[in-house]
């Protein structure tokens, strides 16, 4: 199986720059995901990383380091409207490439 | 354009009785289809997936079942719902690549 950590929490003002971390050990990785969850809501995709690297999508960029099995997820500018849950899922090769989700992290941004 | 309807938004069951959730899927053809739940305070968790037509594979042992009728129907059933099963239902689809999971807007369920 997979085992996916992410912080449980984070806080961060209004218009600053916040990193959240996830690490994965996993066989057969295939790839990683990075959702937004509003509270209620469904989660919607962000990102999906499957090289190495960092990739960038206007204020949100997700980087990938399969050699460690660490991903981050990077909000800059960040705005109110960002508090929201972020989740780290991973998928892995054989089978159905089902993502596998961790916990998220709630990350609550002041003005 | 691709979309997923899941059906209700909410509902309250007594305890022991029967429960049906539906999931749709437009726009796309040979979808996997995924049941996730989300407890309060946790992550998502894997119900059961299907790759195709009456091909349903289970990940926990529950009291819950999954059908898949036709190619873009996927339903999640109960003959008899637990007070731990309430919870935040989510259905989703992805192609089969799965390099994107799509999720439908969920059913919040209280069993009481």
């Known amino acids: 199986g997979q085992n996916i950590d992410q912080p449980t929490e984070m806080t961060a003002t209004e218009g600053a720059i916040v990193q959240i971390n996830c690490t994965y050990q996993t066989s057969g990785f295939n790839g990683l995901f990075w959702y937004q969850q509003h509270a209620g809501e469904a989660p919607t995709f962000l990102s999906y990383?499957?090289?190495?690297g960092l990739e960038e999508k206007g204020r949100f960029s997700s980087f990938l380091s399969r050699s460690k099995g660490y991903s981050y997820l990077l909000l800059k500018e960040l705005q109110m409207k960002d508090s929201a849950s972020y989740l780290c899922a991973v998928s892995v090769s054989g089978g159905s490439y089902i993502p596998t989700f961790g916990r998220g992290t709630s990350l609550i941004v002041h003005p | 354009s691709q979309t997923i309807h899941q059906w209700p938004a909410t509902l309250v069951q007594p305890v022991g009785s029967p429960l049906s959730l539906e999931c749709t899927v437009e726009g796309t053809s040979n979808p996997n289809l995924y049941w996730y739940r989300q407890a309060a305070g946790r992550g998502l968790q894997l119900l059961f997936y299907s790759v195709g037509i009456g091909q349903i594979s289970s990940e926990v042992p529950q009291n819950l079942s999954a059908s898949r009728p036709q190619d873009r129907q996927f339903i999640l059933s109960s003959k008899k719902l637990l007070l731990s099963d309430s919870g935040f239902y989510l259905c989703a689809w992805s192609t089969r690549l799965n390099t994107e999971a799509f999720f439908g807007q969920g059913t919040r369920l209280t069993v009481v």
């Open positions: 990383n499957v090289l190495d």
